[in-house]
């Protein structure tokens, strides 16, 4: 009986992220969570059920978010098809489908009003680096990449995506986050190649 309620807690709590983020698309960082209720016609005592607080929301979309990204990573790393280029390139472009198109310039407002969550960001930003760097190490043992610091090239592409998630810039300059992140990985991996 527990195995059938802990499961129906897990798709309750599955729907209600997919329903934040589509809440997020749509309405950006001011979203309600009555505004999450009337999305999935779902009442907000049942969301509460499951997440206490709209900070408690957010800080597990970030995991979520991640979480997804790190799924990916595995399947782009597993993929024999594509070359070591390839595959760096995949893997510092990942984002979960269901973030594409999704303004990210109210993320700094939702850092400033949630702490935890902007530090819950960072933390996922800087951590879960060890494919990346293989495969840089994987290029450079192939031929294919400069010798490069790889101290450096984690902190470029972190200050980057911290750069892109705490200012207005690429909005103001009509730059989807998106296209600003394909142009980022284009900039540091063609930067890395031998050619």
Known sequence: MSGFLSGSVDATRQRILDGTVEVFRKKGSSFTMNDISKELSMSKKTIYSVFRDKESLLFNLVDYFFNTV???????????????????????????????????????????KYPRVGKRIEERLESGWDSTIALLKKGQDEGIFRSVDTVVFQMTFEAAI????STNELKKAHISYDDALNELVNILVNGVCID
């Open 162 to 165: 911290e750069r892109f998630l």
């Open 70 to 112: 790190k799924i990916d990573e595995e399947k782009i790393n597993n993929d024999e098809s594509l070359s070591t280029k390839e595959k760096l390139i995949k893997i510092l472009g990942a984002m979960p489908e269901a973030a594409v198109g999704i303004d990210f310039s109210s993320i700094n407002s939702l850092r400033e």
